[in-house]
């Protein structure tokens, strides 16, 4: 399986053309090449950056500034002895400086917002798993409908060849002048309806091959042949242990209680406008401040300080602010209780539909004995003479039907399974769904 699978991670594009797909290469492909999965990749990255983008709130802030002043007019003082007034300071000023800050108490709110990024980053993660599931699903039934559809054309092309042999044999009686025309002509009849019913099943899969390409993301057609019939284990999985296997397992929630974690962290970051805010800032000028009255001259100096900022009142916006929040993080609890409600009706849904399918598997199976039974009956009655060619066509015609039915139900058992094992959270994930 490890072989397998690093073939398909460097060689997908040339296994199609080499080898037909089972159920476990194809969601393998869809894993790496699947469009839908590529975006939730993108999205977890995005998550990842503003876990990081919320982490710096914890640095300090590093800028540079410049400025410079020209005063056109500043105040002159007359002094005794001299002939004319002095100018008290300087009409030019320039200013460069670095300046820091850091913050020191924000009430707790880029610790918050750090938290909640990171319990977004693992709901992020677990959406993956959420939507590779959904596709899983969506691959699966694909799947087993392109079975189903190859099986009925092997059950068509035994059917062709039971009217083929029908035909010879009336061609033979028809040459030795014990049966009409007519009888030749009705097992005719019979092949070219049966060819034509395999030509439009043989129309509708390259349709669904097609779609199975669009699901895999394949530039290539793929080849979806038909799987070996094995015996199917028609055993329905305990209510209790699916429902238990569902808790454990369905990623929505898991993916929902660490959303409520976020909306519950940004309900802290929210609170911290109910703190003061606390920064500390330093400086470093290279100015020419014009603070010496006679002389233009530069200097350079540090300056050291703590800034305190804190809302006292903003019209109950922060307190609004918080209740909305809470609101969020209830309508998330109420989504988890809809979930679990949603989930054990798909168990018990799917449970109901495997425990139909198992019998009506059971009848179909009776069923298509007794045909074969009745058409071998009515073809040996036929070539004794002793049975019309209409009798040998009804038995034929019903033998036909009742395999293609089988076929069907055994699809709708695979079908239903890949349902329950999507329900519990299982699909693909313990080996227990056939490629047939």
Known sequence: MKIRMLLLLFFSSGIFAQQSLTLA??????????LALQQQQVQQSQVAAEVRIQQS???????VSAGAQYVSEIAKIDVPFLPNPIEAGVKERYDLSANLQQPIFTGFRTSNLVKAAKNQQAAAELQENTVEQQLFLQIGV??????????QQTALRDGIARANDQLQLSKNRFAAAQVAAFDTLEAANRKLQLESQLSQLQNLNGILQTRMQLLLNSKSPVSV????????????????ATRQSAIENRTEFAQLRELQSAQAHRTGAIKSQFFPQIYGEAAYHYANPGVNFFKSEWMDYYTLGVGLQWQLFNGGKTR????????EIRKLTLQEQQLML???????????QLDNARTQIRFQRQLVAQEQERYRIATTAYEQGLATTLD????????????????????????YRLQLDFATG???????????
């Open 25 to 34: 290469d194809a969601w393998a492909i869809a894993r790496q090449n699947n």
């Open 57 to 63: 709130d914890y640095l300090p802030k590093l800028s």
């Open 142 to 151: 694909l799947f087993q409908q392109i079975q189903l559809n190859l099986r």
């Open 225 to 240: 042949a038909e799987m070996p019939a094995e015996t199917v284990d028609l055993q329905v999985p305990d209510v209790a």
């Open 320 to 327: 609004h602010q918080v209740q909305q929040s809470k609101l």
């Open 342 to 352: 949603q989930v054990n009706q798909q168990i018990d849904e799917a449970l109901a």
């Open 392 to 415: 040998v066509r009804n038995a034929e015609t019903a033998l036909t039907q009742a395999e293609l039915l089988l076929q069907q139900r055994l699809i709708e058992w695979e079908q």
């Open 426 to 436: 299982v699909l693909g994930k313990d080996g227990r769904i056939k490629d047939n």
